[in-house]
């Protein structure tokens, strides 16, 4: 009997605390690719998880619902539950899919019983249902017991002996019930859902000290609590009422150039929504895999890195290192020697590697240029930022402070020239970004070639870790505003590599119109085009993200009305004539 006490009294204390112990190894999951054949797999370890929790108190933590029959009773400020004799408690029956060796354990104390006051479990386990047996007390002298049921247990009632002739109105007091069993510790979400979705995973919602991979789009609308989330082409909605709470979060990011066109914004592309509550207690992380080695790529992050926050694979090096393998290269853009030397070439500085380890290399709400040295092992960095320094409002609105040159000569071709980044993980439309009369009205994004210009309070949306150029005539700060992005939302092509040259903003750059917006020449409303002040008549062509061409026209001089027999969606609308050449972005709608 002693030994089987201890036995029940090692399973009470790993239910206790909720270990999650893994029985062969760690797994480590790095390339999301190989996700949905990892979780099947026998690398994917198996973990003790506490799924149903009940101590009777106001705890967040207690899951497992109950009913009170006959007199058992919750009263505030009492430690469990009370159960008189002939009183009785029924749990909530779950399902063991995914679970196995599961265990219930029953912790009990008795208070002035008398021969015969006895407490009844009617279980239903893998050998039978509804089966009767007594739990306690045993003949011994103690007065708590923690009762283990083993074989698979799913339903569980506690009853208490009606009273004998002898009764001293003694009574049981239930201070914990919980059942655990053992699961793979990862588990993955596919599709689109809420967190609680359990057909959504793989392997059930993972809670508590299991890890959730998300190639899907999850909604979180309630306290969810987890070891480790990790995001690779999906998205994650933390709703108002909703409360993410992991020890890390781990976002997956390639950026790869989009080929033709810009394109409709897709949910592959909002990555972290936060409106309610996000809590990491340990370290937020972002995967960033570089398209080609030895290339120059326009990037930011929604957190502040230093160089400790670097993946410990790899070095900060400077333009005058000649060496080869891990090393990494950033430069800045110096826009007051752009001023100064009112030229818009070598203005571009390959920073100096930092002397501290605490040293800020990328500063949240900056834009950098960044680049692999050519012989490195990986062309996927991490890069991380602990819980005490993460941005009390990551995720959220935010600010991008601007610093112009304190020059006094100006050229205004060469003043005021920034390089942004988004400060959000989630897409960021330019119709988020308050109107400033120290801003010039546009955002300039390098195209592979040149410089194009977006006009701020637009559908157009930056994706994350985008960098963008903005021109100043004074210092400032770009205000974010939140709000829903719109069905029109057109998402900006990013992931191009600068050239050798170091192209910089303001000399060719191409103008793009405002979404659905008056132009000089060009206007849509609906899915009707309308065209004035041409001087010779032309060819009007539409073009869908694909890059075909699905409608063409030709049109007369002066003013023209065309009806588009086109379905809703983002288009491009290429007006040509003799002496004249637009090209016009626009989405039509129903």
Known sequence: MKKKHLRVFRHMVVGLFCLMVPFAFQAQVTNPETWSTFVQSDANPSVIDTFRWQLFTQAERNNWKYILKNGATVSEGQQGLKMPLSSSVAFEKYSLSCYEEVHMVVGVTVHSLVPGD??????????????????????????????GLKNGPYYLELLASDPGGTSENGYFQIDSVYS?????????????GNWNDTLRWSHLPPLRYRSALIGGDVEVD???????????????HITEKGHLVADELILYRTDFPLTNTDKALTSADNLLAVVGKLSITKQLSVCYTFPEKGKWYFLSFPFDVSIKGIDKRFQLKDGSFSGKGNYLYVQVYDGDKRARNKKATGNWTVL??????????????????????????DNTLTFSVSSNNIPADFGKTSTIPVRVSSVVDIDEAHYGWYLCGNPLPSPLSLSQIASDPALDGNIYLYDGTDYKSYPIGSDYVLPPFAAFFVKASSDTEIDLTSGVLSENAVRLKTGYTLSSSGVEPGGAIVHSSRLQEETKDCMIRGKELYLSGL????????????????YHHSVSPGSSVLSLPLPAGFYIINIVTDSYRAQHKCVLTQ
Do not use: W
């Open 180 to 192: 655990y069993g053992t699961i793979c510790q990862y588990s993955l979400f596919s599709g689109q």
């Open 118 to 147: 006895t407490l009844y479990a009617v279980f239903s386990n893998n050998l039978g249902i509804n089966k009767r047996g007594a739990l306690c007390p045993f003949p011994s002298k103690s007065t708590h017991y923690s009762i």
């Open 222 to 236: 309630s306290v969810i609590q987890c070891k480790q989330v990790s995001l690779s082409g999906g998205s994650l």
């Open 535 to 550: 001087s010779v008549g032309g060819l009007v062509q539409v073009v869908d993200f694909m890059g075909r061409i699905v």
């Open 352 to 377: 100096s590697p930092a002397v501290s380890a605490d040293e800020l290399v990328f500063e949240k709400g900056k834009g950098y240029l960044v680049s692999l040295d050519a012989a490195a092992s």
